[in-house]
């Protein structure tokens, strides 16, 4: 930071004796965006497979555990550290029995872990990979540990969002409660409707998402962030398949809005929410370094990536969708930012509907909005959209070379909204 | 007091423009200057505020802008990324030239403002001065002499070829174009030298028009007077 020091030896003039030195520099107390301390949260690295889409994709008949370790192994192979080094592991997951945590213990050891490396895992619905993040950033700022693994993983060919578990039979009587076990795609017509985010709109919005995807993908801009994954498919004889994925199967070049228009609503006769300006359905799980700036600069690591502020919302359930209009604001404020100072936001594409509403509330240049797509051309494995976003706005933001601000949001099902500040040091 | 708005972006310089009386430019750049993209403004001051008339992003932050003496719609920015660049408030596009030989920031730009003369001096952390003509096709001549980062570069109003520079290194110099040398180096000041400019005004005394004042970090304005090279009167607080 060259221009820095210059202007910092403005306050430490040479040879200047005659008067009283009654400048000098201190830290600035603003506390965390800009400054650069080595209790720092930051993230060292991180990769994810591709999404396949589900129940016909690539990874229709892969067990998330093997998702997991991919990711895994891959994070700490590229950048040469040994699991040994790690404090904790924490993997969002959503629809695994117990959250998943059987099947992450079973993937740590898959990737040959050692079993005094800890892991658990979290769900805070499609904000999971994210809130791992969260976790494995507290325990690192609690002191208890100095580096960890935050990934998230979801099969969706493999487990659907089925079985509501064991709920009182009272909810019918309370409002917020009942509003709880509303379909997701019943939330995107409440926003569409109540904030008068039209069919076409939507339509367009889902155009965009597969044409930056599409330009993303043929571009290779994916390539360094997904690790490929050679896994079996049982294809259409019954016979068992090796194959190696490292594309997004879920992007549809060919998309027009014509052809979006044809489709019909699927969750209400008249409304706006259809296939096509929804998320997907998808299998594919993301992993994150995370550590102490100071243990990560003592074993010689780089910085991607300097978390500034961390956000959790509670909003309505039955319009769930508008989590990030008010998680975003929060994280803002948290990181002493505005909406000019981000050069990117992940904003997650759970459908077009909220995320136009979103995008529009907050005031923010569509140009900075997913630039190289979203859920509604990846897909939306549940657990592991969090970790993915961090992932995808990381490399992005390391692409365009220079210090920015990237943000990472979702709504979240039964009304809760994530947001998280990132910080790229640039080069 | 009116007040124009610019989000994201701390501003570096401003200028009025010699054509037109309610218009100025201003250099701006992206957190504080330290690090990301900058902005040239153009701004029209009305009755009750001001706005915007066009405005230029640029890849770096910009710290200096200067107005053409002869075409009202032209001026000179000078950016953190070494580069001077032409903007053409008739051509909204993108800039009509872009000259890139300062190899660190260029922290001042200036016009010259002597009748007869129509050249650009540029002012560098890279411890030289250039001067350049005014298409910006290539440097006409580079100074060289500072021992620390020059902050400020100006044309004499009166004396052809001739311009002062301010520098990190505590000295002010005066410079005479035709001979391509520092003619006067000033050590005016304990700390860096951050601002200097000229009296452009030769009705006072006769001495007026080779008056120079510089101020710096070290809490002091000096007046100067250039033949002499000697402080005259120094104020400080």
């Not at chain 2, 107005?67 to 009509?96: C, R």
């Not at chain 2, 001042?108 to 001096?121: K, M």
């Not at chain 2, 952390?125 to 001549?141: E, F, I, M, N």
Request: aromatic share 6%; glycine share 10%; proline share 5%.
């Amino acid at each position: 930071m060259n221009r820095l020091k210059i202007i910092s030896g403005h306050l430490s003039p040479a040879g200047s004796t005659d008067h009283e030195r009654d400048l000098w520099g201190s830290t600035c107390g603003s506390g965390p965006a800009g400054s650069s301390g080595p209790e720092d949260v930051v993230v060292v690295h991180g990769l994810r497979t591709a999404t396949g889409r589900a129940k016909r994709g690539s990874f229709k008949n892969t067990t998330p555990d093997e998702l997991l370790s991919a990711v895994m192994t891959a994070v700490l192979k590229d950048i040469g550290l040994s699991p040994n080094q790690l404090g904790d592991v924490c993997v969002g997951n959503v629809l695994q029995p117990g959250a998943g945590a059987l099947m992450a213990r079973v993937s740590q050891f898959l990737s040959g872990f050692p079993e005094t490396v800890p892991v658990y895992t979290v769900n805070r619905q499609c904000s999971s990979g994210l809130q791992a993040l969260f976790n494995i950033a507290g325990a690192i700022r609690s002191g208890s540990i100095d580096l960890g693994l935050a990934c998230g993983v979801e099969s969706m060919s493999l487990r659907a969002m089925g079985n509501p578990g064991d709920l009182s039979s009272r909810l019918v009587d309370i409002d917020k409660a009942r509003d709880c076990i509303i379909p997701m795609g019943i939330t995107s017509e409440n926003v569409a409707e109540r904030f008068g985010v039209s069919r076409e709109k939507q339509d367009a919005f889902a155009l965009g998402s597969h044409q930056k995807a599409a330009r993303a993908q043929s571009a290779g801009r994916f390539r360094e962030e997904i690790v490929p994954v050679t896994v079996t498919m049982v294809d259409d004889r019954g016979e068992d398949r090796a194959v190696t994925v490292e594309e997004d199967e879920g992007v549809r070049p060919g998309t027009t809005l014509e052809g979006l228009a044809k489709l019909r609503p699927v969750f209400k006769p008249d409304g706006s929410t259809t296939a096509g300006n929804s998320s997907q359905v998808s299998d594919g799980a993301a992993a994150l370094l995370i550590g102490r700036r100071a243990a990560v600069k003592a074993l010689g690591l780089p910085v991607l990536g300097v978390l500034r502020a961390s956000a959790v919302v509670g909003v309505p359930p039955d319009v769930m969708g508008i989590g990030p209009a008010v998680a975003i604001p929060a994280a803002l404020e948290q990181a002493g930012l505005s909406v000019a100072d981000v050069d990117v936001f992940e904003i997650n594409e759970a459908f077009s509907s909220q995320a136009v509403y979103c995008v529009e509330k907050l005031g923010i240049p569509p140009e900075k909005v997913n630039p190289n797509g979203g859920a509604i051309a990846l897909g939306h494995p549940l657990g592991c959209t969090g970790a993915r976003q961090v992932v995808t706005l990381l490399h992005e933001l390391r692409r365009r070379g220079r210090r920015a601000y990237g943000v990472v949001s979702m709504c979240i099902g039964t009304g809760m909204g994530a947001a998280a500040v990132f910080e790229h040091p640039g080069p | 007091m009116k007040v124009f708005r610019s989000p994201a972006r701390h501003g570096y310089a401003v200028e009025a423009s010699p054509f037109v009386p309610s218009r100025s430019a201003c250099a701006a750049s992206q957190f504080y200057g330290l690090t990301g993209c900058g902005s040239l403004l153009v701004l029209d001051q009305t009755e009750t505020d001001v706005c915007l008339v066009t405005s230029w992003e640029w890849s770096d932050g910009l710290f200096d802008v200067a107005w053409s003496e002869t075409n009202e719609h032209v001026l000179v920015a000078g950016g953190g990324d070494g580069s001077l660049q032409l903007w053409d408030t008739a051509n909204h596009s993108a800039p009509l030239r872009v000259a890139k030989e300062h190899t660190q920031e260029v922290y001042s730009v200036d016009w010259s403002q002597t009748r007869g003369e129509n050249l650009i001096v540029s002012g560098s952390w890279d411890q030289t001065v250039k001067v350049w003509d005014p298409a910006l096709s290539r440097s006409l001549a580079t100074l060289r002499g500072h021992e620390g980062v020059i902050y400020s570069t100006i044309w004499s109003p009166h004396i052809p070829g001739c311009f002062a520079s301010a520098s990190g290194d505590g000295t002010l110099r005066v410079w005479d174009l035709k001979a391509a040398a520092c003619r006067l180096a000033i050590p005016a000041h304990s700390a860096e030298i951050l601002s200097c400019d000229w009296c452009k005004y030769d009705q006072f005394s006769p001495f007026s028009r080779s008056v120079l004042a510089s101020c710096s970090y070290d809490f002091t304005v000096s007046s100067l007077h250039r033949l002499v090279g000697r402080r005259f009167s120094r104020a400080s607080d």
